[in-house]
């Protein structure tokens, strides 16, 4: 998308967070398509404006390797700040300090990339010694969400599931798991449940599988409601996973504060209420089907169109021609 | 209750959880450790140290939380602390760990905080001990005071010693100089590789120690000089006996390759690097200065630091206090194994008799004797069986040890009457501070005289060895001041027993059946061999004779083989009163364990032995011999069914007046029970 704005450089950051992995295929692809080379080793990245991303990949990292010169550098918040309750997730101050120290720039800002994204990125702000060296972008940095769109089925049954990675984070409580897929449903899919195979805590009634052990489009064909609850003390900054299934056109049912930023398509309620809300849909298929149609609709809002206007809005200029 | 996880589930985690949880338990804190997480194999090789505390945490009542090795916290450690919040919700949690940076304690206490439902405590003991004693600590260190030992009593060094320098060119020549300086009692403390180093090297009457043999606390209790030594940093265990003695004010010395403690600031002495500069010095620099050593703990800040007092604040933890002190105990507590029958406990029960105050006597015993003991008017425990699978054959020693734990207080004696010292009689007399006594009956068969099992009397104060009636049989296993002789335990002058005539006459009514002839038979109850055989045999040739009564006995608890049952003259009886009966009886067909064969002798019944010969025996055979060369008895080979039953017929025809007359001339030496209960007495009142 950047690409079709203006003259992009990539640079590999180099902190070795990730112990001299390849790069992400889908990002090498890219590269690839574009012709772009990824500077690697570059003492320095100059440019109008530089965007980093996730700056905790300098968690570890004693300095950045990489000097940035730039007019205006904007570091995307892809991981929240501050978990639910006002803990630091990580060590913000050193990961935006060692940035500061590493750049040369006119504007210095963090781009939140969702409403509750940005608020734990202000209150952060707010009793930080590091924040007040940096400012907060008006607009959301969003995560374009780009894929074809999957009709819903006429024909819902109560078919359950759940993907994420497998850390305790991305798990309610046991007791809340057991309202979200019950022995009563057709079929209960936990995709990424790792830890609940450690936990020796698997019911009959669901199948567990490793992260990664299938394919995320198999997982989607097993299911029909996408139900997800997080650990109390984690949020998601966005909730990409909340995306797709929306995009595989499956109805997702979340926390209020994960559901915001997809709109009235995302079903807002408590674990407690979960077969509550499936019996409804069951009963009716026609607002099953509104339902995902509403959220796909809603998802518009993180096309790729759309971001062009939402990085102009951030940046402040206009580069190259308008597609 | 405190309930403590690790992170991570690696030896030197379970080790440092053992440690701190007997650190909190010895400060006064409830705790116990989750048993789920740990392989199966690393709990079995720390089980002792463990044991007192592993239990389910999910069905215990808990009021805390603390998870160690926060820094490493493992998708096991995670799941079970998701599991037990649900079942303990709100119970506070606090997590300590090495943090290398703050980066990493964020990312634990999240981890944390998701798996248990609420924000945990963090305690990075990076913070707590900025000048730590190993480079990554798997738990809070900190010293326990310790009660001052015994004024007057000779100084006591424990060496720890690596069992790689033990392999090094004339080292165990200079251990055995150290050992026999003189002027201190001299204790090792080494590594597995270097116990059976000393054990091949055979140096008598040195106390060897590993750590798998006691805490800590226990092993720094009884020395007022720790001298290290090695060419690497003390381990985790040893670190903690260090940290013990300096926050009680004993010396350390530091005698290791690189002065690895001195070099990280611990207020310890260094010393030589070598054995043989070291009884020079600690007799000359050190020994003459430990009161001044003494006085100055209070004036270290480094000892202060280093407090256990100084992690229960920084856990807020306040040390609960005691009701009542604990007085200290004077307390006898019998331990008899119970081996093939019941003679340990015969044995114990006969010396606790003579005690002057018999009141002070306690049993913990394996349920095949407990009736024994109570009928003798003793208060008795129970321990647990060994178990018949041989994959779990150790496991009651566990609960021996623990029992043990719970029964005995500091300053008890604890009097062991069994042929191998187990690990948790051991441990409980190290750790609980107890008197120990060894009663060692001899005759052993030469495969159990082993120097290990023998090297273990360096943990008793005494050893009492019963005699055998005849010298002949009076092998010296070991020597020296702690080894005192006895005459033969056996029972005496005892107004209970009844006449020979009035048990006939009483067995007479109760088995409705003449006695003209009495025999009866002790075999055994089948559990070293099978003399069902010999049984059977004897009840067929006895059935023959009008008027005769067979009395087969067995112990409680015994195997009754059918073929001992049916027969018009023979009965089978349950008893561990064995006594009256065999001295009503005209002839005794008896295994030669020590208590009978001392019995039949003492009393003067004409007998025939039939010896067990069972790799757990003692000698019976040489222990029959003896008699029978004496004219005393008759002796019959195990297999040897034809002349046995020529033997009884030929007894109970002829009459037994040749053997009658050969006991009669035999001269017995005095019984030992007294002199033993006075040695132990002496023990318990000094």
Known sequence: MTSRLGRVAVHDAGAGLFGGKDVATPLAETLQDLALPLLCGEAVATGEVAILHNPTFLKLAAALPVRIVARDLIVVAHETFLRPGGVEAFDVDHCLGLIRGASLTLRRRIAPVSPSNRAAVLAWQTSSREGGHWEVTQSDWFNICNAPMQPPTAAPRDRRGRLSRPGPEKFPGPSDLDFCFPATAEVNVILGGDLLVAESRRRRHWTVLPFRSISVEDFFGMIDFFVYFTAPSWRESFGRVIAEAIMAGKVVITDPATAAPFGAGVIAARPSEVDNVIAGLLADPASYARTVRRAQADLARYAPDRFATRFHEIVGFRTGVAA | ?686
């Open chain 2, 1 to 686: 209750m405190i309930g403590l996880i690790n992170g991570s589930t690696g030896a030197p985690e379970v080790e440092a959880l053992a440690l701190f949880a007997r650190r909190l338990d010895l400060r006064g804190h409830a705790v116990v450790i989750e048993d789920a997480i740990f392989p199966a194999d690393l709990v079995r090789a720390r089980r002792h140290a463990l044991a007192p505390y592993l239990t389910d945490l999910a069905a215990t009542a808990l009021s805390r939380v603390i998870v160690l090795g926060a820094e490493g916290i493992g998708v096991e450690c995670a799941a079970r602390l998701r599991h037990l919040l649900q079942v303990h919700p709100g119970v506070p949690v606090t997590a300590a760990g090495h943090f290398d940076n703050r980066a990493g304690l964020l990312s634990s206490q999240a981890t944390i905080a998701a798996a248990s439902g609420q924000e945990p405590v963090m305690l990075d003991l990076a913070r707590l001990h900025p000048r730590p004693l190993l480079d990554r600590l798997p738990c809070p260190l900190g010293g326990l005071p310790l009660a001052d030992r015994k004024a007057g009593s000779k100084p006591a060094v424990l060496l720890s010693i690596p069992g790689a320098s033990l392999e090094e060119e004339r080292c165990l020549d200079q251990l055995e100089a150290l050992s026999h300086a003189g002027m201190f009692s001299l204790r090792v403390l080494t590594d597995q590789s270097g116990h059976s180093l000393l054990l091949e090297g055979r140096l008598a009457g040195l106390e060897v120690l590993t750590p798998a043999d006691a805490a800590p606390d226990a092993l720094a209790s009884g020395a007022d000089v720790l001298v290290l030594t090695g060419a690497s940093a003390p381990d985790l265990n040893t670190l903690h006996v260090a940290l013990d003695m300096l926050v009680s004010g004993r010396a350390v010395v530091d005698g290791t390759d690189s002065g690895a403690l001195v070099e990280r600031g611990v207020p310890a002495l260094r010393g030589p690097r070598g054995l043989h500069a070291l009884a020079g010095y600690l007799t000359g620099r050190v020994l003459p200065n430990l009161p001044e050593i003494h006085h100055r703990r209070g004036q270290s800040p480094w000892i202060a630091m280093h407090d256990f007092a100084r992690v229960e604040a920084a856990l807020d933890l306040r040390a609960p206090e005691a009701a009542h002190p604990v007085p200290a105990g004077d307390d006898i507590l019998f331990v008899p194994t119970n081996g093939i029958g019941i003679g340990h406990a015969q044995r114990c029960v006969l010396i606790a008799g003579k005690l002057p105050e018999p009141a002070k006597a306690r049993f913990a015993a394996f349920p095949s004797c407990v009736g024994l003991i109570r009928s003798r008017g003793f208060a008795v425990r129970p321990l647990v069986q060994k178990a018949d699978d041989p994959d779990r054959s150790g496991d009651n020693d566990l609960i021996t040890y623990q029992r043990l734990r719970r029964w005995t207080r500091c300053g008890d004696v604890l009097v062991f009457d069994g042929g191998y010292v187990f690990d948790g009689i051991r441990r409980a007399i190290l750790e609980q501070g107890l008197r120990g006594i060894w009663i060692r009956r001899g005759l052993w068969q030469p495969q159990h005289a082993t120097f290990h099992t023998l090297s273990r009397e360096t943990t008793f104060e005494r050893v009492i060895v019963p005699q055998e009636a005849f010298d002949e049989l009076n092998d010296a296993l070991t020597h020296g001041a702690r080894v005192h002789a006895v005459g033969p335990i056996v029972r005496q002058d005892d107004p209970t027993l009844p006449a020979p005539t009035e048990m006939r006459a009483r067995l007479s009514r109760l088995f409705d059946h003449p006695v003209g002839e009495l025999v009866v038979t002790m075999l055994g109850g089948g559990r070293a061999a099978d003399r069902s055989a010999h049984v059977s045999a004897l009840s067929a040739l006895l059935e023959r004779r009008v008027g005769c009564l067979h009395l087969v006995l067995v112990w409680p608890g015994a195997t009754i083989h059918p073929s001992s049952t049916g027969w018009r003259n023979t009965r089978v009886v349950r008893s561990t009163n064995a006594l009256p009966l065999a001295r009503a009886a005209d002839l005794v067909v008896t295994a030669a364990g020590y208590n009978t064969f001392h019995e039949v002798l003492y009393h003067r019944i004409p007998a025939i032995f039939v010896p067990q010969v069972g790799q757990m025996m003692d000698d019976q055979s040489r222990r029959a011999a003896s008699a029978c060369e004496r004219g005393a008895a008759r002796v019959i080979g195990p297999d040897d069914f034809l002349t046995l039953s020529r033997a009884v017929t030929d007894c109970l025809d002829g009459g037994t007046a040749e053997l009658r007359e050969a006991l009669a001339r035999l001269h017995l030496p005095e019984p030992g029970a007294q002199q033993a209960a006075a040695l132990i007495e002496e023990v318990r009142t000094r």
